[in-house]
């Protein structure tokens, strides 16, 4: 799936893209592990922010990357790369969320 593509297309969207290409069952079993599957983590860099301050603790080092570092090439579902990320950076401004951020370091100390 093309990066973003689950924040930036409904469930339903995502349904017909990927029914021109697969079966309906796995494009279910997709869907499932997209959207509704507890091993992917669901939370946003604000989230975390807000956890962290809640903790008690002091957040003394907090570092990001954006960067994807591997090769990553996905079948042509009909979108361009370029659509996600216009389509991303609507939603974020509209949301004012943090969707840059793929990995974090974070040090908290008593």
Same mark, same amino acid.
């Given at each position: 799936?093309?990066?973003? $593509?689950?924040?930036?297309?409904?469930?339903? @969207?995502?349904?017909?893209?990927?029914?021109?290409?697969?079966? !309906?069952?796995?494009?279910? *079993?997709?869907?499932?592990? $997209? +959207?509704?599957?507890?091993?992917? *983590?669901?939370?946003? +860099?604000?989230? %975390?922010?807000?956890? +962290?301050?809640?903790?008690?603790?002091? $957040?003394?080092? !907090?570092?990001?990357?954006?960067? !994807?570092? %591997?090769?990553?090439?996905?079948? *042509?579902?009909?979108?361009?790369?370029?659509?996600?990320? @216009?389509?991303?950076?609507? +939603?974020? @401004? @509209? *949301?004012?969320?943090? %969707?840059?951020?793929?990995?974090?370091?974070?040090?908290?100390?008593?």
């Amino acid at each position: 799936m093309p990066h973003w $593509i689950h924040l930036t297309y409904s469930q339903e @969207e995502i349904r017909e893209m990927l029914s021109k290409r697969y079966r !309906i069952k796995d494009v279910e *079993n997709i869907l499932q592990a $997209i +959207f509704k599957s507890d091993w992917l *983590n669901r939370l946003h +860099f604000e989230d %975390y922010i807000d956890i +962290f301050k809640e903790s008690g603790l002091r $957040i003394a080092k !907090i570092e990001t990357t954006e960067e !994807i570092d %591997y090769p990553f090439i996905y079948p *042509n579902y009909g979108i361009e790369e370029v659509t996600i990320q @216009e389509k991303l950076n609507k +939603f974020h @401004e @509209e *949301n004012n969320r943090n %969707y840059k951020c793929r990995d974090m370091l974070v040090v908290l100390v008593k």
